[in-house]
């Protein structure tokens, strides 16, 4: 594992950090290639934390400094696109929940990595911008289909047309974070601690659902039959919580 990106485990949440403090968490290639490594490594978690190692910002996007090689080797052009496509992918394939936890700094390209969570909180220092069209550049597609879906197709416009950062407030306000807190991180480990303790198959399920997939009515009858409902129902008739082991 790279040590620009960091995995930990506690429980079933698990905690992957973008952790290059020196460049303010600005990920090169081979950053975007640790990412995709990182996330296979979720293994028995029902939820995971997208966060940064490094206070102050959560990702300052693609690293620039790899931009002068990409304008001179035409043939390194979609390597880079395709690593940071298959970073962002495998989060949002992700079958259990993701969070992302912003405080400070998200630019760029990690404004496309945050929209790949499920939902995003952003600390009182967050602030967002996507600035592409100020380097004579665009942005990938598929993370302009998400913006637009996230803020609108207006508001996604504004932001990528302008560049312009905007505050965690204005950011809560039009919808690309779901959630505002002093410290995005501890609201993240909240959310995650209640997630992991409900039925892992269901939440599950659920996501599969909030995702479009077609075909899921008899995963929800089935779910009348199986050990999780058994469990949570004998556990309402007991007044207790249900244990989902």
């Known amino acids: 594992m790279s040590a620009m990106i960091r995995v930990q485990h506690d429980g079933f949440v698990a905690t992957i950090s973008l952790a290059r403090a020196e460049a303010k968490n600005a990920l090169p290639i081979a950053a975007w290639e640790a990412l995709s490594e990182a996330v296979r490594a979720w293994g028995a978690a029902r939820v995971v934390i997208l966060k940064s190692a490094v206070p102050g910002i959560f990702s300052a996007g693609a690293d620039v400094r790899e931009f002068e090689q990409l ?6 052009r979609p390597h880079f696109r395709m690593a940071m496509r298959e970073a962002i992918e495998a989060i949002a394939a992700l079958p259990v929940p993701v969070i992302a ?7 760029g390209a990690a404004v496309a990595l945050a929209l ?3 939902v995003r909180i952003a600390g009182d220092g967050a602030e967002f911008a996507t600035p592409p069209a100020r380097l004579g550049l665009g942005y990938p597609e598929q993370d302009v289909a998400r913006l637009s879906a996230q803020v609108g197709k207006g508001m996604a416009a504004l932001m990528l047309f302008t560049g312009d950062r905007l505050g965690a ?4 306000r039009i919808g690309l974070v779901e959630l505002r807190a002093s410290d995005a991180g501890e609201m993240a480990a909240s959310i995650a601690a209640t997630i992991a303790a409900n039925a892992p198959g269901a939440v599950r399920l659920l996501k599969r659902t909030l995702a479009g997939r077609q075909g899921l009515d008899a995963a929800f009858e089935d779910a009348f039959g199986g050990a999780e409902f058994a469990e949570g129902l004998r556990a309402f ?3 207790r919580k249900p244990d989902y082991k």
Not at 101 to 107: K, T
Not at 169 to 172: H, I, T
């Open 71 to 76: 304008q001179a080797e035409a043939a390194l």
């Open 101 to 107: 936890a912003i405080d400070g700094g998200c630019f």
């Open 116 to 118: 790949a969570a499920d």
């Open 169 to 172: 407030e204005e950011a809560r």
């Open 237 to 239: 008739r007991e007044r």
